[in-house]
Each structure stands twice: as structure tokens, then as C-alpha cells.
């Protein structure tokens, strides 16, 4: 049930309240880092963006090797879109280009799972996801 007055953008130029606004309505602490926020969304291969009556409502990027690899690093919907198929729509839109990718990865946080999964996502088998995380503010991450 996408609202049919939802309008999608490739690479749009993104401002710099919506994106703070959607990634703090999301409890994402990247909100607290805007610039860092910002510079890392403008180096992102692609970014899909999603507006309703021109306001930024969600968005999805992709880092890609643009040959083998890509990494779908982040999807968000304000919690007022949410369950009307705008994040459904945005990843459809970012796996379009890279339908051909040997690999298509992410991170899913527990309850997103099964979202991803509806997607055609799987765990992977043999493979444990691992990194080095700055969790320096990890006081603000809201947690489930």
C-alpha cells in the first residue's frame, strides 16, 4: 500500500534537516554525526530517496566495488511510512542495478530480519558477519 503521491529520486540532492530529522525519527545515532551523515551519503554509489509532498520520507544507499560486490548500507522510512511498502520500494529500486552482483550483502539488525528475508535475503551459510564498530555512542542507539 505505497501512497500513490510517494515520489522517488536517484542521487537527489538530500537536505541536510530531512536527513537529520529521518535518521533521528529512526534512532539512528549517525543523526548526531550530520556531516559525517551527509559526506557518507553523498560518497554512497547510490542513494534512492523517498518524498511526500516534498518532504524526504526514507531513503536506501549503496556502496559498491560496481563490478562484484554491494553493500546496502542503509534503509530508512520515518516511522509514519512505515508498513506502506516505501522500504519495500526503496530496496527494490537500489537491487534493480545490481540484479547481475555475484554478491549482495547487508546487516540486519534482529527484528529487520524477517524484512529483508521477504526480499530474498538469506543468512548466510559458513559466514559470520563481523567488525570493528565505534560504539562510543552507543548510549544513544535505541535498542529492541
Not at 544507499?61 to 511498502?85: C, E, F, K, T, W
Amino acid at each position: 500500500m505505497v501512497p500513490t503521491e510517494v515520489e522517488y529520486r536517484d542521487n537527489a540532492e538530500l537536505p541536510r534537516d530531512g536527513v537529520v530529522n529521518l535518521y533521528s525519527q529512526c534512532g539512528w545515532s549517525s543523526a548526531e554525526k550530520p556531516d559525517v551523515l551527509l559526506l557518507a551519503l553523498a560518497n554512497s554509489q547510490t542513494v534512492v530517496s523517498a518524498w511526500h509532498l516534498n518532504s524526504l520520507i526514507g531513503l536506501g544507499n549503496a556502496i559498491s566495488d560496481r563490478a562484484l560486490l554491494v553493500y546496502y548500507s542503509h534503509l530508512l522510512v520515518l516511522p509514519s511510512y512505515q508498513n506502506m511498502g516505501v522500504g519495500r520500494e526503496i530496496m527494490k529500486r537500489l537491487q534493480s542495478r545490481y540484479i547481475d552482483f555475484h554478491q549482495q550483502i547487508l546487516l540486519a539488525i534482529d527484528s529487520a530480519a524477517p524484512f529483508y528475508e521477504k526480499l530474498g535475503f538469506k543468512h548466510s551459510r559458513g559466514v559470520r558477519a563481523m567488525w570493528i564498530y565505534d560504539d562510543s555512542d552507543i548510549d544513544t542507539v535505541k535498542e529492541d
